[in-house]
């Protein structure tokens, strides 16, 4: 193997570039689809490392495209796409039935699709399952024999909290909460009664949603109805969207964005929009809080790292 074909995670992190100049000038990025959506072949592996003056240790190393192919025996093969907006990232991980290894960098946030998991939290490490939320994720996921294929969504964003803590928040036995909208002529009515539920007109959105609390953040777990629309709403900060299952429109600011599986979306601060569920749809939203005088998290692709992805506060 070429040692020119690896580099540390740390050392990629530190080659990231700064927002170009016509990104920054993309402020109304909206909707991503999931074939615009770039993929990377990615491999990450152990190695261990002697001190000069001290014990051997290990080190994660990182290999991107077809130096992840020169990948040394026991590595963890996998897939990552990238969904890239002005106030935060989104990267939706997948392992095929191979040990799961992945050293994080600047996610703050994680969420369990498919498998389970091993990560650092707060300096302890816990096992992350399906359906599972953590929330400021350290040190490296592992898991050296997983059953069939792992599917981890990764977030880079900021959140409200002056001095957030990591934590951890278990999708069983999760409070789920059943809601149904529609207009009542030009009135907006919500309900989350069972029978006002259940008597809602047609045309009604009906979905359920499980919220994962965490320190100045938080995921939403969103399974929706086919057949229904949602009341406009105007949101007070960015919220970013992931679709896992399914097929919806959501019209905002007049615009119109067909969104379906695997796509993501933002739902930009301060616009009214509304949704149409055009078949039973799930996904999982978080916020994307963004304060001028704070850094502003984004996934940086970094041309002077010999492979992989940097991470950054711009």
């Not at 990450?44 to 025996?73: H, M, S």
């Not at 592992?142 to 278990?170: F, H, M, Q």
């Not at 006002?196 to 359920?208: E, N, Q, V």
Request: aromatic content about 8%.
């Amino acid at each position: 193997m070429k040692t020119a074909s690896l580099v540390s995670l740390a050392a990629i992190a530190a080659a990231a570039l700064i927002l170009s100049p016509a990104w920054a000038q993309d402020t109304r990025l909206i909707h991503i689809p999931s074939e615009d959506a770039p993929a990377y072949a990615e491999a990450e592996w152990n190695l261990p490392v002697p001190k000069a003056d001290g014990p051997v240790y290990e080190r994660t190393f990182i290999a991107e495209g077809d130096a992840a192919a020169t990948a040394p025996d026991g590595a963890g093969h996998y897939v990552a796409k990238e969904y890239n907006f002005p106030m935060g990232a989104l990267r939706v991980l997948k392992w095929d039935s191979v040990p799961v290894i992945h050293q994080i960098t600047f996610e703050t946030q994680l969420y369990m699709l498919k498998g389970s998991a091993t990560v650092g939290l707060a300096g302890e490490t816990v096992t992350v399952n399906a359906g599972d939320a953590v929330f400021l994720p350290s040190g490296i996921l592992r898991n050296p024999d997983p059953e069939g294929e792992t599917v981890i969504l990764t977030y880079i964003v900021s959140n409200s909290a002056e001095a957030p803590k990591a934590k951890i928040v278990r999708g069983e036995g999760l409070n789920v909460m059943a809601i149904a909208q529609w207009m009542d002529g030009d009135d907006p009515t919500t309900a989350t009664d069972h029978d006002a539920i259940l008597s809602a007109p047609d045309g009604a959105a009906k979905f359920t949603v499980k919220r994962y609390s965490g320190d100045g953040n938080s995921f939403r777990h969103a399974v929706l109805e086919a057949g229904g629309r949602t009341t406009p709403a105007t949101n007070g900060r960015d919220i970013l969207i992931y679709v896992n299952k399914g097929r919806m429109k959501r019209t905002e600011d007049g615009v119109e964005y067909m969104i379906k599986a695997g796509d993501a979306i933002r739902e930009e601060n301060a616009k009214s929009g509304y949704w149409e569920i055009l078949e039973d749809s799930e996904f999982i939203a978080t916020d994307m809080p963004f304060d001028p005088s704070q850094p502003r998290y984004n996934l940086q692709r970094s041309p002077n790292a010999v492979a992989g992805a940097g991470y950054r506060q711009e």
